[in-house]
């Protein structure tokens, strides 16, 4: 059984950072190409950033140069470092694998960008 779990998330001012983890089990990240999106309230989720298995990264406009995606492979953990936040990045992050696949979507981690 697939679980994908995310953590990290919280409340944070503008211009502040956090650091979200994705813990894998039943599935090897490495051997997949993995992405953290996010759902902002009346909003589709979007594809945040995406590594993948060879480590090449990408990143939705919005986030460049902000975000950044890393893997841990000992540890089978996926982690997104967000700096400089902004409110309008208020949202629930999770994890999954790219393309994303129904049953793996975990409760994911909210994220507040607010003052």
């Known amino acids: 059984q697939v679980q994908l779990v995310e953590s990290g998330g919280g409340l944070v001012q503008p211009g502040g950072s956090l650091r979200l983890s994705c813990a894998a089990s039943g599935i090897r990240s490495p051997n997949n190409h993995m992405g953290w999106y996010r759902q902002a309230p009346g909003k589709q989720r979007e594809l945040v950033a995406a590594?993948?298995?060879?480590?090449?990264?990408e990143y939705a406009d919005s986030v460049k140069g902000r975000f950044t995606i890393s893997r841990d492979n000992a540890k089978n953990t996926v982690h997104l470092q967000m700096n400089s936040l902004k409110p309008e990045d208020t949202a629930v992050y999770y994890c999954n694998i790219r393309p994303p696949w129904d049953a793996y979507w975990g409760p994911g981690t909210q994220v507040t960008v607010s003052s």
């Open positions: 590594i993948s298995v060879i480590g090449s990264t």
